[in-house]
């Protein structure tokens, strides 16, 4: 983390070395500002937050975003999978930041990594007897314990509410 101890306009011009490095190892993948760092397959972009470019914690987030690239994630099946998918470029950032000089942080990864395991958590417990559960299918889950399903939403960034199938209204989503 030496680059955190560095006055701000060095720290801001290695990040921005980073991102020009990037740029050119990697022409067939298009580096957007954007509001939020993400890897879009299909658009083959990575999106990151430039003003705050002069942070490390920015030039982790891209790498980590490139290693879903050059990972070739596009989508996943299941919530575990997708866990697995976030490991894969966790590890793959380490490769990146080796070949860059850049040191990880793996506290911060790790970090990143428990708000996964926790939404996963919250997804896969029974809304009945709090059993952790196995995933069915996209949007679904089942316990093996006591017969509930319950659905949860496609989205990782959505707060993981269970809706049991064939509830009553008092049981259904809170508004």
């Known amino acids: 983390m030496a680059a955190t101890s560095l006055p701000k306009s060095t720290a801001s011009s290695k ?7 990037l740029r050119r190892d990697y022409p067939d993948i298009s580096f957007v500002d954007s509001g939020q760092f993400s890897w879009h ?19 982790w987030a891209i790498l980590h975003e490139l290693g879903h690239a050059l990972l070739s994630h596009t989508d996943f099946s299941s919530d575990f999978e997708l866990l697995q998918i976030e490991v894969a470029a966790w ?8 070949r860059y000089g850049i040191s990880l942080d793996q506290d911060y990864i790790e970090d990143c990594l428990d708000s996964y395991r926790d939404w996963l958590h919250i997804r896969a417990t029974c809304p009945t007897c709090f059993v952790r559960c196995l995933q069915i299918d996209k949007q679904t ?8 399903s319950w659905h949860v939403s496609r989205s990782r960034l ?13 049981l259904a989503q809170p508004k």
Request: aromatic share 6%; with cysteine.
């Open 15 to 21: 990040h921005l070395d980073l991102l020009g490095q």
């Open 41 to 59: 397959a299909g658009r083959r972009d990575i999106s990151y937050v430039g003003r705050n470019i002069d942070d490390i914690r920015s030039s």
């Open 91 to 98: 590890e793959k950032a380490h490769e990146l930041a080796s």
């Open 141 to 148: 889950y089942a316990c093996h314990n006591c017969g509930t």
């Open 158 to 170: 959505c707060r993981p509410y269970r809706k049991r199938r064939g509830s009553s209204p008092l």
